[in-house]
């Protein structure tokens, strides 16, 4: 009988810890979002988005740093996407499974730990001085597109893996070749895992800073880039650049930015939750 | 001298041209022999059926009449397998198309998760047939055989998941007939499903028989002695007895068959 009651006190103790440390992160995040709302929201109207940056805070807009973002979210994906998609297929459905291919694995997901400055050190050596791109947009999309290539690989065998058998036997048995089998059978069914894990890998390349900032991405650029070995900025070193600032006006500015940032990330991470549910159902 | 008496049982069933054939075929998953040294040969346009306890190896010699063991990790072969005189795992062969020729119908319904007709157009496709009318007399002709058209016909778009499962699986073999193979192999096509559409997927079998060679593995008994013209008894990685089914079911030569298919192991 006490054991019963000590037990189920312990079950009531864990469970209010539970929730505590559920809401924690919640709760700090919501509390940062009001924040930064309160001082932002009124920043934000159709010139702060079209404005190029200005030495006054109230002249000053995003312009050129959301084009940035735009232009290196859009390089990046033409970059990682086809090599990460290949790379993952090549692992998934070629490779032998030995020694070689199980050292390949742990590798792959050991670079995703990898801290993304080194990356941006990696990109300076080759990208912007051996490969002589200089500080320009497909620098920065190099980078990052390395930078996320092993999320991209290991989400795009995740969904691979998640195919069943049957249909790679019911392919080869029909005698389809290992590409045809690939492109006719494995891709379409995992299109919404490997979308997901690309979208998500993507608003994750969209708010790195450290890498740019080192490959030697400007915190100030008077125009848009129109091509990609033209400089750029991107939101974060711009938000990064307007919070140094001493004047209050660049806070505001800073805070109306972040605003703008988050809700491009929320806006793809639920892109990726629409997808994933969607692809999870077919399979059920 | 055990040995020999088995080679001469199996030998008395052989009088016409052979359709498959396996010389000492020895199979490995890794260091575990999974097949022991089979010879056996299978007559053209018979219903051929496979028998034996959970284990003993009949997914696995089926499968290396169409090569679909190659994949597997840690698989091995020994001996040799023919298919009208020719050595199926020579150089030469593109095995590709060895699987257009031997079809195979698996234990679960597999339909692809894409519209009716294109699972029954898939084989074709692949191999490069894009005429459109041409692909549609197939996929009709080829459900027709099936028995399956008169329910499918207003809805070829419809996604194959949506069928029941013994449509599904006379689905599958629908898609196997479009390719016009000569062999279909069965993997116990019909274990997953219930009487009516087993009934259903007996009688295609019985009439198939006429244009293909078709080999069954099967743990139903009555399926086997219903449908087939031979059976083949594996135990524990060899062919115990080979014969005409109704010789298997009625008086067979070696004890083990017998217990086997009087129920008392297995
Ligand atoms: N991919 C594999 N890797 C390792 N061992 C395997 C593999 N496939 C089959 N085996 C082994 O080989 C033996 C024969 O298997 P097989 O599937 O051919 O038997 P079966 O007669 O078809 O059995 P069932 O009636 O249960 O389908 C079994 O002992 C099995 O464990
Ligand atoms: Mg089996």
Redesign the pocket.
């Known amino acids: 009988m006490n054991n019963i009651r000590k037990n189920r006190l312990k079950d009531q103790a864990f469970k209010i810890w539970g929730i505590f440390c559920t809401l924690l992160g919640l709760v700090l995040l919501a509390v940062f979002i009001g924040n930064i709302l309160i001082d932002g929201i009124m920043r934000i109207d159709w010139a702060f988005v079209m404005n190029l940056p200005s030495r006054h805070a109230e002249e000053s807009g995003i312009y050129t740093a959301l084009m940035g973002s735009i232009w290196v979210l859009l390089l990046t994906t033409l970059i990682a996407l086809p090599v990460g998609i290949a790379a993952a297929i090549y692992l998934e459905e070629y490779s032998k499974k030995n020694k070689l291919a199980t050292i390949l694995e742990v590798n792959i997901s050991n670079l995703a730990g990898v801290p993304s400055i080194i990356y941006g050190l990696l990109g300076l050596e080759v990208f912007v001085r051996i490969m002589e791109m200089g500080a320009s947009v497909l620098a920065g999309s190099f980078t990052l597109a390395l930078l996320i290539l092993p999320i991209v690989i290991v989400s795009t065998r995740e969904a691979l893996k998640a195919v069943p058998k049957s249909i790679r036997d019911a392919s080869f048995a029909m005698g389809a070749s290992k590409w045809q089998t690939v492109y006719h059978q494995l891709l379409p069914a995992s299109f919404g895992g490997i979308l997901t894990g690309v979208i998500l890998a993507l608003s994750r390349a969209v708010g790195e800073t450290a890498p740019l900032i080192v490959i030697g991405a400007l915190a100030y650029v008077p125009f848009a880039p129109s091509s990609p070995m033209d400089e750029f900025s991107v939101l974060p070193i711009q938000i990064f650049n307007w919070i140094t600032r001493p004047q209050h006006g660049f806070v505001e500015n800073a805070a109306a930015a972040i605003i703008i940032l988050l809700l491009i990330t929320f806006v793809m991470n639920g892109i990726a939750v629409y997808f994933r549910n969607k692809w999870q159902k077919k399979f059920k | 001298m055990g040995k020999k008496k088995k080679e001469s049982v199996i030998e008395s069933s052989i009088k016409r041209k052979y359709k498959l054939q396996a010389k000492d075929v020895k199979v490995w ?2 260091d ?1 022999m ?1 097949i022991k040294g089979i010879s056996m040969d299978i007559k053209p346009n018979k219903v051929t059926a496979f028998i ?1 306890p ?7 010699f089926l499968r290396l009449f169409n090569r679909m063991n190659d994949y ?1 990790d ?1 698989f091995k072969m020994d001996g040799t397998i023919n298919i009208d005189d020719k050595d199926i795992n020579d150089k030469d062969i593109n095995v590709e198309l060895l699987r257009k020729q031997v079809g195979m119908v698996f234990q679960k319904p597999n339909p692809f998760p894409k519209s009716i007709f294109e699972n029954v157009a898939y084989g074709l496709k692949i191999q490069g047939l894009k005429d459109k009318t041409f692909l549609e007399e197939r996929v009709e002709s080829s459900l027709k055989q099936v028995a399956l058209w008169e329910e499918v016909k207003d809805d070829l778009n419809k996604n194959a998941l949506a069928l029941s499962g013994g449509q599904q699986q006379r689905l599958c073999i629908a898609r196997t007939l479009a390719v016009e193979p000569s062999i279909i192999l069965m993997d ?1 096509p019909t274990s997953a499903l219930d009487p009516i559409s087993t009934a259903k997927i007996e009688e295609l079998i019985y009439q198939l028989k006429d244009k293909y060679t078709i080999v069954i ?1 099967t ?1 139903n008994m009555q399926q086997a002695s219903r449908i087939s013209d031979n059976t083949a008894f ?1 135990y524990l990685g060899d062919l115990i007895e080979y014969d005409k089914t109704n010789k298997i079911f009625t008086n067979p030569e070696k004890k083990q068959t017998e217990n086997y298919i009087t129920g008392r192991f297995g």
């Not at chain 2, 959970?54 to 696995?60: E, L, V």
């Open positions: 998953y890794g575990f999974a034996g959970s284990g003993c190896g009949k997914s696995t597997v840690g116990e593995v743990h594996f």
